[in-house]
C-alpha cells in the first residue's frame, strides 16, 4: 500500500515538475492588412504579452464564431499552436493545453544577429505626441542587394514604456537581448518593407488593456 501511495506521489509531481506555464499581463489588439501579389486582406490579431518578459508571445486570431486559434511561441523553448473555444477565452483566468500541438522550438538562426542590427530612428509626432521610431535591417549591403532583403519597421506607441519591446521574430529578438538599446513601448505601428519599398505587411494598433491570463501545458509528453 505505501508503495501504491508513493507511486501516486512521483507521478503527480512529474505532472507538476513538466508542466509548463505562461503568465500574461497585456492584450493587445492590431489591425493587420497584407498586400501580396496586389491582393490586400485585412484582419484581425490579438498579442497576449508580459510586459516584463518578452521571451514569449501568443498571437490569438478568429477561426470562426466559435473559436480562437493560439500560436504561442517562447524563443529557444517551445512553439504551440491549438484552438480555444471563444466563449472559454474570454471569461478565462486560466487555459488548459495539451501537448499534441506542443512543439520544441530553438533560433535556428541565432548566428544571423552578426549581420543585422537595430537603427533608432530620429523621433516623429503623431497626433500630437512623439513616437520613438526604429528598424531592423541587414548591415550588409551588398547581402541586401543580392538577396532582395526588406526592412522591419516600428513606430512605438506613446506612454507604453512600461512593456518590453515585442519582438516576435527571432532574430531581432535575439540581436535585442544582446545589444538592448532599443526603446521600450507597445508598437503603433510595424511594418515590413519589401526591396522595392513595397509594404507587404502593415499591424496598426487599435488599443490595448491589462489581462490576466495564464497558459498551462498540461499533459506529460515528449516535446516534437
Not at 510586459?51 to 490569438?60: E, G, L, M, Q
Not at 550588409?140 to 507604453?160: D, M, S, V
Not at 532574430?171 to 513595397?198: L, M, V
Amino acid at each position: 500500500m505505501k508503495a501504491f501511495y508513493f507511486l501516486i506521489l512521483l507521478l503527480i509531481s512529474q505532472n507538476i515538475f513538466t508542466q509548463e506555464k505562461y503568465i500574461f499581463d497585456c492584450l493587445i489588439e492590431y489591425e493587420k492588412t497584407e498586400n501580396i501579389t496586389d491582393s490586400i486582406v485585412t484582419s484581425t490579431e490579438y498579442y497576449l504579452t508580459n510586459s516584463k518578459n518578452n521571451a514569449y508571445t501568443a498571437i490569438v486570431t478568429i477561426k470562426d464564431k466559435d473559436s480562437f486559434n493560439i500560436n504561442l511561441k517562447h524563443q529557444n523553448g517551445i512553439h504551440l499552436k491549438a484552438t480555444v473555444d471563444r466563449s472559454q477565452f474570454n471569461i478565462a483566468e486560466s487555459i488548459n493545453i495539451i501537448c499534441s500541438k506542443y512543439y520544441k522550438y530553438e533560433n535556428p538562426f541565432r548566428n544571423k544577429i552578426k549581420i543585422y542590427d537595430f537603427h533608432n530612428l530620429e523621433d516623429t509626432l503623431i497626433n500630437g505626441k512623439l513616437s520613438k521610431r526604429y528598424l531592423f535591417k541587414s548591415n550588409k549591403e551588398r547581402r541586401i542587394k543580392r538577396l532582395k532583403l526588406g526592412t522591419l519597421n516600428y513606430n512605438i506607441q506613446a506612454n507604453t514604456e512600461f512593456h518590453l519591446p515585442i519582438l516576435r521574430f527571432s532574430t531581432a529578438y535575439e540581436e535585442w537581448k544582446d545589444n538592448a538599446y532599443i526603446p521600450n513601448g507597445i508598437f503603433k505601428t510595424r511594418s515590413f518593407t519589401n526591396y522595392s519599398g513595397k509594404v507587404e505587411t502593415l499591424e496598426k494598433l487599435v488599443q490595448y488593456k491589462k489581462n490576466d491570463l495564464t497558459i498551462y501545458i498540461t499533459e506529460d509528453c515528449d516535446k516534437i
